[in-house]
C-alpha cells in the first residue's frame, strides 16, 4: 500500500476518414506494470498544467499526497476531473499491436489453361479488434506552532478532498507536523522534504474527506489537475521515493505547441518498435511487451526514460496514429486536460499546433537520484511502439504445386524465421518454442532441399536445432528397418553355404 503517492509532478522551480496501413489489435494494458502512476504535462510558456491520477489502492483514510509546488496556490488554480481522459490517452497512446494480411494465390487445376496469378495488395484484417472553504482556525497548531515551523497558507475542499497548502522552514517540522495532523507518511520522510524547503517551494498536501466521497457517485478518487506559472519544466519523483520498496512505473502524456517533449538530465531512449513478430504472439501481447519493456530498460542501464509515442496531433493534421485504437481526442477532451490554446471548429476538429510525447518511467532510488527534468523540442516526428503480425495468404484452388505458391511459401518460412529471431531478441523468450509456426506449411513445400532453419545456438542451456522435413522423423525406423533387412539376408544366405551337399554317388550302405 502507497501512504505517499509515486507521482510528484512537473513541479518547477526546483533547480535542480483515415488510411491506415493495417488494423489495430491490441494495446499494452496498464495493468502491465505494478502501481503505475500517469500525469498529463500540458506546457505553454511558462505556464504549465500538471494533472495527476493516483494509483492508490487501499483504505481512503490512509490516502496522502504530498506534492512540491513553486508558489501558493489559489482555488481556481486547482481542479477535480474525471479519469475517462487517462483512459482515452492511454489507449490512443499506448504500444499497438497490428494485423495484416498476405494476398491469396492461385494454383489452377490441371484441366485450367489460365496463368499463375496472385491475387490483389497486401490488405489489412480487422483484429480484435464546489467548493467550500474551511475556517484556517480549524487546524490546530496552537503552542506548537514554533516546533513544527509550518504555515498554512490557504485551505480548500474541493471534489472530496481536503486540500493545504503548507510553507516550511525545518524539514522534521512538516514531517512531524503531517503525522500529527493524520497525514499517513512513512518514516525519514524529512530527508527527502529538506531539498524542497532549502529551495523556496510550497507544499500541495492532499487527503480525502470521508463524507464528501461518499456523497460521490463515482467511488474513485478523481484526478487532481492543478495550473501554475513557472520557468523550471521539471517533474519531481524523489518524495514518491521515500516508502518505495522496489521499482515504480510513471507514464507520461506531454503537450506541447513547439514539439517532441524530451528528459534533459536522463537520456530518452524511444522503445524497439515496427518489428514483425509470430502469430501467437497476438494471445500473449500483455507479457510480450511487458518482456521488451523490461529487457529494453535493463539493456539501457536501468537509468532511461522510455519514449513510447509521439505525433503530430496538429487540428489541420488528419492522421494522428498508424493505426489508431480509438478515436482521436476531442477539443473538449484536449480542454479538459488543459490544452488551452486551440481553436474550436466542432468537437473532432480544431485549429492550433500540438504535439503529444508519452514517456515510461520506471524509477528508484538508487538509478535516479535526481529528479526529472524536461524541455520542448523542435522535434516533430512521428513515432508510436508498434508490433505487426501477417497472416498467411492462401491458395484459392487449394493447390500448391504451382510455381506461386511455391515461391510463396518458401518466402514465408524465411519469413517466419525472421520473425522468430526478432521475438528471441526482443524479448529472450526462447526460438525453439516456435520451430512448429515455422514448419506449419512445410508439407506444402515440393523442394525439400530449399528449406532453412534457425541457426544454431545456445540459448539458456538449449541448443536450437535445424528444422527438418517432417518425413524425416522416421528415418531412423526405416534405416533399422533396412539394415534388419540386410541382416536377415546375410544369415540366409550363409546358411546355404554351410548346408551339406549329397549326391547319389556319396551313398554307400554296409550290411
Excluded at 441 to 466: M, V
Aim: a positive charge.
Amino acid at each position: 500500500m502507497k501512504n505517499i503517492l509515486a507521482i510528484l509532478l512537473a513541479l518547477i522551480g526546483f533547480q535542480h476518414s483515415q488510411a491506415f496501413c493495417g488494423f489495430y489489435v491490441a494495446k499494452a494494458s496498464m495493468d502491465l506494470f505494478n502501481h503505475a502512476s500517469q500525469v498529463i504535462l500540458v506546457k505553454d510558456g511558462s505556464k504549465m498544467t500538471v494533472t495527476m491520477y493516483s494509483d492508490f489502492h487501499g483504505d481512503i483514510k490512509d490516502f496522502a499526497m504530498v506534492v512540491p509546488v513553486p508558489q501558493v496556490l489559489k482555488k481556481e488554480q486547482i481542479k477535480v476531473i474525471e479519469k475517462d481522459i487517462f483512459t482515452r490517452l492511454n489507449d490512443y497512446t499506448a504500444p499497438r499491436l497490428v494485423n495484416y494480411k498476405d494476398p491469396d494465390f492461385y494454383c489452377p487445376h490441371p484441366q485450367d489453361k489460365n496463368e499463375i496469378t496472385i491475387l490483389g495488395e497486401s490488405m489489412p484484417i480487422r483484429g480484435q479488434l464546489a467548493a467550500s472553504v474551511m475556517a484556517l482556525d480549524e487546524v490546530v497548531v496552537t503552542g506548537r506552532k514554533k516546533k513544527y515551523k509550518v504555515k498554512v497558507q490557504k485551505k480548500y475542499s474541493i471534489g472530496g478532498y481536503d486540500i493545504l497548502i503548507l510553507s516550511a522552514k525545518k524539514s522534521k517540522g512538516l514531517e512531524e507536523w503531517l503525522k500529527d495532523h493524520d497525514y499517513k507518511i512513512p518514516e525519514g520522510a524529512s530527508e527527502v522534504l529538506e531539498p524542497y524547503i532549502k529551495s523556496g517551494m510550497k507544499f500541495f498536501v492532499v487527503k480525502v474527506n470521508e463524507k464528501a466521497f461518499e456523497r460521490q457517485q463515482n467511488k474513485y478518487l478523481h484526478p487532481l489537475q492543478i495550473t501554475y506559472n513557472s520557468e523550471r519544466f521539471m517533474l519531481p519523483i524523489r518524495l514518491g521515493m521515500a516508502n518505495a520498496k522496489g521499482d515504480q512505473d510513471m507514464i507520461v502524456y506531454a503537450f506541447s505547441k513547439k514539439g517532441r517533449i524530451e528528459c534533459t538530465n536522463y537520456q530518452t531512449h524511444k522503445i524497439p518498435s515496427n518489428m514483425d513478430v509470430p502469430l501467437p504472439v497476438a494471445g500473449l501481447f500483455d507479457n510480450f511487451y511487458s518482456s521488451l519493456f523490461d529487457k529494453s530498460w535493463a539493456a539501457r542501464g536501468k537509468d532511461g526514460v522510455m519514449f513510447e509515442y509521439g505525433w503530430n496531433i496538429t487540428g489541420s493534421n488528419p492522421v494522428k496514429c498508424d493505426p489508431c485504437p480509438t478515436p482521436a481526442l476531442t477539443y473538449p477532451q484536449l480542454v479538459d486536460a488543459g490544452v488551452d490554446w486551440l481553436k474550436s471548429r466542432n468537437n473532432f476538429n480544431y485549429s492550433g499546433k500540438l504535439y503529444i510525447s508519452r514517456m515510461h518511467v520506471r524509477y528508484n532510488r538508487e538509478k535516479f537520484p535526481q529528479d526529472l527534468s524536461f524541455q520542448e523540442t523542435p522535434n516533430w516526428k512521428n513515432f508510436q511502439g508498434r508490433y505487426v503480425l501477417r497472416y498467411p495468404g492462401k491458395s484459392i484452388t487449394g493447390l500448391y504445386n504451382c510455381d506461386a505458391a511455391q515461391t510463396y511459401l518458401k518466402a514465408l518460412r524465411k519469413r517466419r524465421i525472421e520473425e522468430v529471431k526478432s521475438l528471441e531478441e526482443l524479448t529472450d523468450w526462447p526460438a525453439i518454442g516456435y520451430q512448429d509456426y515455422i514448419q506449419e506449411y512445410d508439407q506444402h513445400i515440393i523442394d525439400w532441399g530449399y528449406l532453412e532453419a534457425l541457426p544454431e545456438k545456445e540459448n539458456k542451456g538449449e541448443i536450437i536445432l535445424p528444422v527438418l522435413p517432417n518425413w524425416f522423423k522416421w528415418a531412423p525406423f526405416l534405416l533399422l528397418g533396412l539394415f534388419l533387412m540386410v541382416l536377415i539376408g546375410l544369415s540366409l544366405r550363409k546358411g546355404e553355404q554351410l548346408k551339406p551337399q549329397i549326391s547319389k554317388e556319396d551313398l554307400h550302405f554296409q550290411a
